[in-house]
C-alpha cells in the first residue's frame, strides 16, 4: 500500500506564492514520477508539473515560468513552489506518483484559491 499526503494549499491574494508538498509512503519501490495535477470546478484534471526520477521536469504552458516543481527522492517527496499565482491557477491540486510497475497513486487533494 502506497500512502500519499499532500499539505501546503490555501488562500492568496493574486500575485502571492504558495509551496505545496507531496510525500509517499508505504510499499515504495522504483518511483518514476512524481507530479501535481489540478482540477477546477467544472473543468476536466490536468497536469501542472511533473518530475521523473532522473530530474527531467515538464511543466503547462499556463503555469510555465511561474511554478516550479522539485523532489527530493531520499524522502519520496515532491514540492511545487507556485510564484505571481492567478485567479485561474484556483483548483485543487492532487499529487500523483507514477511507478514503472505498478499503477498510479494518487493524493487526495489540496485547495488553492487566489483572490483577484
Known amino acids: 500500500q502506497v500512502h500519499v499526503v499532500e499539505s501546503g494549499g490555501g488562500l492568496v491574494q493574486a500575485g502571492g506564492s504558495l509551496r505545496l508538498s507531496c510525500a509517499a509512503s508505504?510499499?515504495?519501490?522504483?518511483?518514476?514520477?512524481m507530479g501535481w495535477y489540478r482540477q477546477a470546478p467544472g473543468k476536466q484534471r490536468e497536469l501542472v508539473a511533473r518530475i521523473t526520477n532522473g530530474g527531467s521536469t515538464n511543466y503547462a504552458d499556463s503555469v510555465r515560468g511561474r511554478f516550479t516543481i522539485s523532489r527530493d527522492n531520499a524522502k519520496n517527496t515532491a514540492y511545487l513552489q507556485m510564484n505571481s499565482l492567478k485567479p485561474e491557477d484556483t483548483a485543487v491540486y492532487y499529487c500523483?506518483?507514477?511507478?514503472?510497475?505498478?499503477?498510479?497513486?494518487w493524493g487526495q487533494g489540496t485547495q488553492v484559491t487566489v483572490s483577484s
Open positions: 508505504g510499499s515504495i519501490f522504483r518511483i518514476n514520477a
Open positions: 500523483n506518483i507514477n511507478f514503472l510497475t505498478t499503477r498510479d497513486y
